[in-house]
């Protein structure tokens, strides 16, 4: 595996009483377009290549599987420009999405929005009716009271009458 060097920290000591103590050194490399961060520690065969590697270097990585399963690197080897394959690693380069967004983009956002309020409304205007009189109200009953909710929800202004304007429905 090829991987360009983005940085590597400087070698601190850490210890462990009574009497272990070792170095340890943090990479951060691009390989495949990815940029990953490496742990070493001092009794790492590679520790001493690693920590004297540079920003902007590129290195031939040799790994092997150990016995827990995890790649462990086992030689580095500094690659002249030539024999570099891949690009150079620009952080600043853009990336490009392996697979296609998956959210929602405001216009389905706001259709969504739309569903939700007409289907709360009708559920209210059933709740309405059903409480206004107990009787039997037709589908479009509830539509017409559903709609008069959801328009009020959106600020719509529906031509209201007034009280002087409705039918009389006293008897004479």
Do not use: C, H
Request: aromatic share 10%; proline share 6%.
């Amino acid at each position: 595996m090829q991987i360009q060097v983005i940085s590597v920290s400087k070698p601190e000591w850490k210890e462990k009483p009574p009497k272990s103590k070792w170095q340890e050194v943090n990479l951060t490399f691009a390989a495949a377009g990815k940029t990953q961060v490496k742990k070493f520690l001092s009794f790492n065969p590679i520790f001493n290549k690693v920590k004297e590697m540079a920003e902007g270097e590129q290195y031939e990585v040799s790994m092997q599987k150990n016995d827990a399963g995890y790649w462990d690197w086992t030689e580095v080897v500094k690659l002249n420009a030539a024999d570099a394959t891949s690009p150079p690693f620009s952080p600043d380069a853009p990336k490009q999405m392996a697979r296609p967004s998956t959210y929602e983009t405001a216009e389905e956002r706001a259709k969504k929005q739309v569903y939700i309020i007409r289907q709360s409304s009708i559920s209210s205007a059933i709740s309405l009716l059903a409480a206004n009189g107990g009787k039997k109200n037709t589908v479009e009953e509830v539509i017409a009271t559903a709609q008069q909710l959801a328009d009020f929800v959106f600020g719509i202004e529906v031509e209201s009458k007034s009280v002087f304007d409705m039918e009389d429905d006293l008897p004479q």
